[in-house]
């Protein structure tokens, strides 16, 4: 079993694409919160679980999938639960989010949101996985799948946690490095859980290659981040300025 063997590409890229949908995500977050109208905080809000949940996680989670390997065994990916993946993710860090950008905000909803969203990226991880098929099946270290879910768990309450403190764009760029960080470092955890047996008897799987996974979802995910990241800069208020606050 290999998890580079397209060399370390795969690595710099996943990390790459964790920082962008996390900077994207944050910046979302951010405008949530300083908007004073509810129809802007939930849509901002729903940006934000696509680029965090939909890019900085699950496509990372795929863009790291190309560097999987079995040697002697051909890969496949049932396309069906790849899908429900990501709207778990997507929907599950959603869920999250709204708990810290339309609502009063209280160490106790941080927590909580954290958690939920974090179980959801551990969630969508091994679902994701579920999703593969070989001849053969995968089991897993369980000391080492929860310590991904905590890893996963303490970088979705921090990247919520940032959303709450980041007051500068140099503060934003460095909590979307270190977001980079946790996803990607959960990722591989739970790839270092990952323990294979083959059998050759089993017949042939079905399925789509992850590139044919990926790529699509790749050129869609650019076109989400241009969006996004014109919707931002157009947009009047600094997204990492004080929430506007109501006068008593």
């Given at each position: 079993m290999e998890h580079f063997s397209s060399g370390p590409w795969t690595l710099i890229i996943a990390y790459a694409v964790a920082v962008?949908?996390?900077?994207?995500?944050?910046?979302c977050m951010a405008r949530a919160r300083a908007e004073t109208k509810t129809g802007a905080k939930v849509l901002w809000t729903v940006f934000g679980a696509f680029a965090i949940?939909?890019?900085?996680?699950?496509?990372?989670?795929f863009i790291a999938m190309l560097g999987f390997d079995i040697p002697g065994s051909v890969i496949k990916y049932d396309a069906g639960l790849t899908a429900l993946s990501a709207v778990v993710a997507?929907?599950?860090?959603?869920?999250?989010?709204?708990?810290?950008?339309?609502?009063?905000?209280?160490?106790?909803?941080?927590?909580?949101?954290?958690?939920?969203?974090?179980?959801?990226?551990?969630?969508?991880?091994?679902?994701?996985?579920?999703?593969?098929?070989?001849k053969g099946a995968i089991m897993y270290d369980e000391l080492l799948v929860v310590l991904s879910v905590v890893i996963a768990i303490v970088a979705a309450t921090a990247a919520f946690w940032f959303t709450l403190v980041v007051r500068t764009a140099a503060a934003g760029v460095a909590a979307g490095?270190?977001?980079?960080?946790?996803?990607?470092?959960?990722?591989?955890?739970?790839m270092a859980a990952v323990v294979v047996a083959t059998d050759t008897d089993l017949p042939a799987p079905q399925g789509m290659s992850v590139f044919d996974l990926v790529f699509p979802v790749?050129?869609?995910?650019?076109?989400?981040?241009?969006?996004?990241?014109?919707?931002?800069?157009?947009?009047?208020?600094?997204?990492?300025?004080?929430?506007?606050?109501?006068?008593?």
């Open positions: 962008i949908g996390s900077l994207i995500g944050l910046s949940g939909g890019i900085a996680i699950w496509l990372m989670h997507v929907v599950v860090v959603g869920i999250g989010l709204s708990l810290v950008t339309l609502v009063r905000f209280s160490k106790t909803r941080l927590v909580i949101a954290g958690v939920l969203a974090g179980s959801g990226v551990a969630g969508m991880h091994y679902m994701g996985m579920g999703a593969i098929r070989f490095l270190i977001m980079g960080v946790a996803v990607t470092g959960m990722h591989y955890t739970g790749f050129v869609t995910s650019g076109l989400v981040v241009a969006v996004l990241l014109w919707m931002l800069f157009t947009a009047s208020n600094d997204p990492f300025a004080e929430p506007a606050r109501s006068k008593a």
